[in-house]
């Protein structure tokens, strides 16, 4: 199986701060990398897909980088809504895989 | 607007069966491929097993291969996941997601989730 890591595993960050989550698949997924966003007893919420193409809807603060293994997510100015944890996903191999998760909360 | 609509989850106990639905509206069902993903009391999320348009293709994650089965019934616009031989490790929300974009040849990512339905295996 693919595993997936993400760093770091928790950041605490204020509003108007540049936020970077990385994603790391063990081996080469193409640009099949998905970012999820989950608030608290809420279902996730996809923001990104194809690694660097937003969701409808999704404010442009939030990006996407990356190809191979090494994938970024940025938000370039944090806003009270986003403090959530992140996860991203490869969709390249079976069985599909999800990263731990990255918390950003309240500095 | 999408919509999807997930029941059936419960307390069961271990060796137990039960079976989840998801109801889908406001796209076309059949374009899509669709996939369960669930989320154990305070953890990560992990993927269960995808279906394709017709049915016809599944896949699953190790663990729950030979217990659970996804089926649907597009003509009901409806996502199925049968779950035999329940373990406490099954203990968790199922979420049922829809797979973008449309009419692709191999599973994609989510882009539309549903609120999720909590299966609890416990004696």
């Known amino acids: 199986d693919i595993q997936m890591t993400q760093s770091p595993s928790s950041v605490s960050a204020s509003v108007g701060d540049r936020v970077t989550i990385t994603c790391r698949a063990s081996?080469?997924?193409?640009?099949?990398l998905a970012w999820f966003q989950q608030k608290p007893g809420k279902a996730p919420k996809s923001l990104i897909f194809?690694?660097?193409s937003l969701q409808d809807g999704v404010p442009s603060r939030f990006s996407g980088s990356g190809s191979g293994t090494d994938f970024t997510l940025t938000i370039s100015s944090l806003q009270p809504e986003d403090f959530a944890t992140y996860y991203c996903q490869q969709h390249n191999t079976y069985p599909f895989t999800f990263g731990p998760g990255t918390k950003v909360d309240i500095k | 607007e999408v919509q999807l609509v997930e029941s059936g989850g419960t307390l069961v106990q271990p060796g137990g069966s039960l079976r989840l639905s998801c109801a889908g509206s406001g796209f076309s069902f059949n374009d899509y491929w669709m996939s369960w993903v669930r989320q154990a009391p305070g953890k990560g999320l992990e993927w269960v097993a995808n279906?394709?348009?017709?049915?016809?293709?599944?896949y699953y994650v190790d663990s729950v291969k030979g217990r659970f089965t996804v089926s649907r019934d597009n003509a009901k616009k409806s996502l199925f996941l049968q779950m035999n031989s329940l373990r406490a490790e099954d203990t968790a929300v199922y979420y049922c997601?829809?797979?973008?974009?449309?009419?692709?040849?191999?599973?994609?990512?989510?882009?539309?989730w549903g609120q999720g339905t909590l299966v609890a295996v416990s004696s």
């Open positions: 194809a690694a660097s």
């Open positions: 279906i394709n348009h017709d049915g016809r293709e599944k």
């Open positions: 997601a829809r797979e973008f974009p449309p009419m692709i040849t191999f599973g994609g990512a989510p882009d539309s």
């Open positions: 081996q080469g997924i193409s640009n099949y």
